[in-house]
């Protein structure tokens, strides 16, 4: 079942990235956002992995803890609580009574790298399902 | 029936199949922090396997650890990715062939 | 006519089942006739339970590989096919013996 427990650990890890992308690209598009319906600035989000079972719906309970292999998960959403950053800008809506308007703590550059990162190993996730399905195709071949 | 050279194939190609998950969930777990690569030592499971024994995972030695404690290197993933893939190719067709053999052999009697 | 074995896969049951298949006019007992079919029959009936087993592993998704099984049955084939040409060839070596016999 090793092959086929595959697909579900890289489907998981496709899953994960692609939320961390819509994260990332989330964070891009507001990296200047100073008004949100919470009140305040946009804050940064972030996902959390963490590494679980992948579960298939072919391996039946019976498959032994060992067997089960590491899949991925997004185990929570952290969002940004630090301090915004505050800019002086007198003449802009948001300010305050000091002139100061709050912005979210984003570096844009930072973003895009990790955006970058997320798509590049969405990559692998895929290439890895690709190889597998070779894989199997190999073993039904041996029929042949 | 299918001893010998078939069954270190078999055996080949459990272990290629056990590697290739690890290399898989190294993978999806590329950004997991604290997450350590897996991997089996190939030689010596290879050995074992003649024994019967099952595999043993292991931590892979030798990779840069990251600031959120995870080592996962995606081109050394992505490169073992593909070279499981190939020689868990050439082993199928290796073994699709003694099956052939031995099928000829056996039938080949019959054409007398 | 002698079997076309390849070297690399010879089990010790074909070297013993091959002199049967290659001389089948010799005149041989009845009792080694029974032995060499006993043989070939249980190998068939091993490998068979064997992929049966080793297909419902499989399928039930309880860890078993997918060459694992495929294999399995592969070897029953082979085991079959070796056993019908084993029957075969001891059934005319005892006609012909029959036959001589007369």
């Known amino acids: 079942m090793s092959l086929f427990s595959l697909l579900s650990v890289s489907a998981s890890g496709m899953s994960a990235q692609r939320a961390r992308a819509e994260l990332l690209v989330e ?5 200047e956002t100073t008004r949100t319906p919470e009140g305040g600035p946009y804050r940064r989000k972030d996902a959390v992995f963490t590494t679980q079972p992948a579960e298939s719906p072919f391996s039946s309970i019976f498959e032994s803890q060992l067997a089960r292999p590491d899949g991925v998960g997004v185990a ?20 305050d009574k000091d002139g100061y308007v709050a912005f979210p703590r984003i570096n844009p550059a930072e973003d895009m790298v990790d955006l970058m990162g997320a798509t590049r190993s969405y990559g692998a996730n895929v290439a890895a399902i690709s190889s597998v399905k070779d894989m199997i195709q190999r073993s039904i071949d041996l029929l042949r | 029936m299918l001893d010998g050279l078939a069954g270190k194939l078999e055996q080949y190609l459990d272990l290629l199949s056990v590697r290739q998950r690890l290399v898989a969930s190294n993978i999806a777990n590329a950004d997991t922090p604290g997450y350590k690569t897996q991997d089996i030592d190939f030689q010596t499971e290879f050995q074992n396997a003649a024994a019967g024994l099952a595999p043993h995972v292991i931590e892979a030695s030798g990779l840069t650890v990251r600031n959120d404690g995870n080592n996962v290197s995606i081109d050394r993933e992505s490169r073992l990715l593909a070279e499981n ?16 053999t031995l099928k000829v052999a056996i039938n080949g009697g019959s054409g007398s | 006519m002698p079997l076309p074995i390849s ?19 010799e005149n041989r007992t009845a009792g ?18 064997q992929a049966q087993q080793a297909v419902s ?23 079959f096919e070796l056993g019908l040409q084993v029957r075969n060839k001891v059934v005319a070596a005892y006609q012909e013996v029959m036959r001589l016999q007369m």
Request: proline share 7%.
């Open chain 1, 27 to 31: 964070n891009l598009a507001n990296a």
């Open chain 1, 76 to 95: 929570d959403v952290v969002v940004d609580n630090r301090d915004p950053e505050r800019r002086y800008l007198p003449g802009h809506p948001d300010a």
């Open chain 2, 85 to 100: 893939g190939l020689r868990f190719n050439i082993a199928s067709n290796l073994m699709r062939d003694q099956i052939r």
């Open chain 3, 7 to 25: 070297p690399i896969t010879v089990p010790a049951r074909i070297e013993a089942i091959s002199p049967a298949i290659q001389m089948p006019g």
């Open chain 3, 32 to 49: 080694e006739f029974r032995g060499v079919l006993e043989g070939a029959i249980n190998s068939v009936e091993k490998t068979g339970a």
């Open chain 3, 57 to 79: 592993n499989f399928l039930s998704g309880s860890g078993e590989e997918l060459h694992t099984a495929i294999l399995a049955t592969q070897r029953a084939d082979l085991a």
